[in-house]
């Protein structure tokens, strides 16, 4: 390039003005592609003790504890939880559900949906802060990384250097732990599908089927990619519930708050110099809360939608107020109303109970004592009755009308069950077939049943019966509605 088409050369940036087109350059001169979003920077969290920082941690060994426990859990001869596809019956302690009973899924997703409103319209992201997977996650692989790399100082240190011997060991003993914790993840996922010792045993014995090794390693490495490497990319780019968080928000919703009346203006001082004379608020801008933050976030400039509501910041915050002899609660869970008009925890705590927040507890208390009352009354089998479609009618000897049905007897509690098959709505209407029937326990049968009746009963037609199924070991009755056809 000749000096003089250097001189030409200008760095134009590519904007677009509302109802313009992208601005050209100058004749002669070369344009360059600046981007307009800024690289992503890794965020080295700093570790935190405190309040809410134990509270995140009992979150962890709790729902880990319940996570990788479940599955080895016996009830009985069974797995206390198991979901088998394959024979679609789904095990839950005592209870033993079948594709019928989709209506409890229903039931729990709509409690899963309005306790996640209820916490939300609380106390903020209480679920992302403390038990959402990604959070979960995360910060065991936070904990392993600075077990095998060091605090945050030293990793920095590291990845800024060169690579070494050290550097080399730390990281790959860090990536094996992360694979271990990761692949487990994945094998006790597996384990709630497929009953986990048996999995165990195909597992060591390398004789996993090709779904099995599928989602062992689909959930391990998704574990492994979203807590080691993406992380906040996760909440910030991935998860929805950051984009709607602000209409379940109100001003008496606890979220995690900076006292910007007391903080500002910010400012660095010695532990003996008094803020007054300086004319500085609490703030000693320190920057901790944003090295703390797994997002990465400066929780001074208010709330964003990057902040999960985890409270590290609070923590760090009350470590420096402390130090220099301070109040604590500069950063705090508090809300907008109490922040603005000074109220005190007991005149915060009273505005808790609001309407919003009452419409959401009893839509959610009828919910599940809706859920409750209908597993206390659950029968322990159910019935399908399906007409066979091969004869619809016929007569038989002695001149009787007989219509064949197949009756699907599912037997959904743990011992074996007998039944007896009757039906009613006809005059003379009876089974002709075997009557009584046994099905093991946890055992679907199908039964022929033909059913019979005098051919003066009824006139030509389709005519409604019910078939009465009544177990005779746990007392229970279910009829079952169908058609008896009259031929002409």
């Known amino acids: 390039m000749t000096p003089k088409a250097t001189e030409a050369r200008k760095v134009i940036p590519i904007a677009v003005a509302q109802g313009e087109g992208p601005a050209a350059p100058p004749p002669g001169a070369d344009a360059e592609m600046i981007s307009l979003y800024e690289a992503h920077k890794k965020i080295y969290p700093r570790s935190v003790s405190g309040l809410f920082s134990r509270w995140r941690w009992a979150m962890v060994f709790l729902t880990q504890l319940v996570f990788y426990g479940m599955p080895w859990l016996e009830w009985g001869q069974r797995q206390a939880v198991l979901f088998d596809l394959t024979a679609r019956r789904f095990y839950i302690f005592n209870l033993v559900l079948y594709p019928q009973d989709f209506i409890y899924l229903t039931g729990i997703l709509v409690i899963s949906a309005f306790s996640l409103f209820l916490f939300t319209a609380v106390a903020g992201r209480l679920w992302c802060g403390y038990a959402c997977p990604q959070t979960v996650y995360t910060e065991i692989f936070l904990w392993l990384e600075k077990l ?185 869970y508090s809300t907008e109303n109490a922040v603005n008009q000074h109220w005190t925890k007991a005149q915060t705590l009273r505005h808790v109970l609001r309407p919003r927040v009452l419409i959401y507890i009893a839509i959610l208390g009828t919910v599940v004592t809706a859920m409750a009352v209908s597993l206390a009354t659950r029968l322990p089998f159910k019935v399908d009755v399906v007409r066979d479609r091969g004869a619809l009618a016929r007569i038989v000897e002695g001149g009787r009308i007989e219509n064949v049905y197949r009756l699907q007897l599912m037997n959904a509690s743990e011992s074996q069950q007998n039944f007896h098959i009757s039906v009613e709505g006809l005059p003379g209407l009876a089974v002709a077939s075997e009557q009584d029937v046994a099905i093991e326990s946890t055992q ?45």
């Open 148 to 332: 095998t790399e060091g605090d945050r100082a030293a990793r920095l240190r590291r990845d800024s250097g060169p690579w070494n011997p050290d550097k080399l060991w730390r990281k790959a003993a860090k990536h094996f732990l992360w694979l271990a914790v990761a692949l487990w993840t994945g094998f006790t996922f597996v384990g709630y599908f497929t009953p986990i010792h048996d999995l165990g045993r195909e597992f060591v014995q390398m004789r996993l089927s090709s779904w099995e090794n599928f989602w062992v390693f689909f959930y391990g490495f998704a574990t492994y990619g979203n807590a080691g490497f993406m992380r906040e990319q996760v909440c910030k780019h991935m998860c929805p519930y950051a984009r709607f968080q602000s209409a379940m928000f109100d001003k008496d919703t606890l979220i995690v708050t900076y006292d910007k009346e007391r903080g500002e203006p910010r400012g660095a001082r010695s532990k003996k110099a008094s803020a007054s004379a300086l004319n500085l608020g609490a703030c000693v801008d320190c920057n901790l809360c944003v090295q703390v933050c797994p997002t990465g976030i400066d929780i001074r400039k208010g709330l964003q939608y990057e902040c999960i509501g985890c409270g590290a910041c609070a923590d760090v915050c009350d470590t420096i107020m402390d130090k220099m002899g301070y109040a604590p609660g500069l950063v705090k």
């Open 444 to 488: 679907a049968r199908w039964v022929a049943v033909r059913v019979q009746a005098p051919f003066e009963a009824a006139p030509a037609g389709s005519h409604t019966i019910h078939f009465e199924i009544t177990s005779k070991d746990t007392a229970g009755k279910l009829l079952e509605k169908s058609v008896f056809i009259v031929p002409r």
